[in-house]
């Protein structure tokens, strides 16, 4: 166990539908990434936020928004889902921003689109 | 550009020992990492490199060559249970962001 709690754990929604979802940082965590893996494919990295504000950004699309709320916890919003946007969603977190160590993921929400 | 290349998939057989290769081509270096993902389960991680050098746990061994842009994870004593994908990934400069490598899939056989 990482620490690291996410939910849903599985989500199954239509095109063109909203979603959200939730990621809980390890105790004492102050920075959260958002990545996304599709089938059989590598991480691709999303969105960083280090306590409450964003602090980097990578292959996020328009349609997708995250933000990290003062309790730390972190939300993943994918509006006007297209089928290409299922895969798995994972969050990971680390302490700090200049933290050279690693990263701690969660178990990810597999998000399917039909 | 940022580049990090691992081979697509290796077989090893039970028992034996297994090296993957990973190299990259980063702007800047602060550390390499080495996770292990069980298909459709989290990355776990496995080891860090900063300084040139082998760094040994357990089965489990990691290189690092910041000259050559070079790190491999080697593998001994294999086991089925090892059947996973392995990524290398590095920190560069930009932001303390991690490069990820598309990861190497280890199919171990009996």
């Known amino acids: 166990d990482s620490g690291v709690t996410q939910t849903p754990k599985h989500l199954i929604t239509a095109t063109g539908q909203r979603v959200t979802l939730r990621c809980s940082p390890r105790?004492?965590?102050?920075?959260v990434y958002w990545y996304q893996q599709s089938l059989d494919q590598g991480l691709q990295f999303l969105i960083q936020?280090?306590?409450?504000?964003?602090?980097a950004k990578g292959n996020i699309l328009e349609r997708f928004s995250a933000q990290q709320f003062p309790d730390l916890h972190s939300e993943l919003n994918l509006s006007s889902l297209e089928l290409g946007d299922s895969a798995l969603y994972f969050c990971a977190s680390s302490v700090a921003l200049d933290y050279y160590g690693e990263l701690f993921f969660g178990e990810g929400s597999r998000l399917t689109v039909l | 550009g940022q580049n990090i290349d691992q081979p697509t998939e290796m077989t090893a057989t039970e028992g034996a020992i297994v090296q993957i290769n990973c190299t990259y081509q980063?702007?800047?270096?602060?550390?390499l990492f080495w996770y292990q993902q069980h298909a459709g389960e989290a990355p776990t991680f496995l080891s860090y490199?900063?300084l040139d050098g082998l760094e040994e746990k357990g089965r489990f061994s990691s290189f690092l060559s910041r000259s050559k842009g070079y790190s491999y994870l080697l593998l001994k004593e294999l086991q089925m249970k090892d059947s996973a994908s392995y990524l290398c990934?590095?920190?560069?400069?930009?932001?303390?962001?991690?490069?990820w490598g598309a990861g190497t899939k280890l199919i171990i056989k009996p």
């Open positions: 980063t702007s800047g270096f602060n550390g």
């Open positions: 990934a590095v920190r560069g400069d930009s932001n303390y962001q991690l490069i």
């Open positions: 105790s004492g965590d102050l920075s």
């Open positions: 490199n900063v």
């Open positions: 936020y280090y306590n409450g504000e964003e602090r």
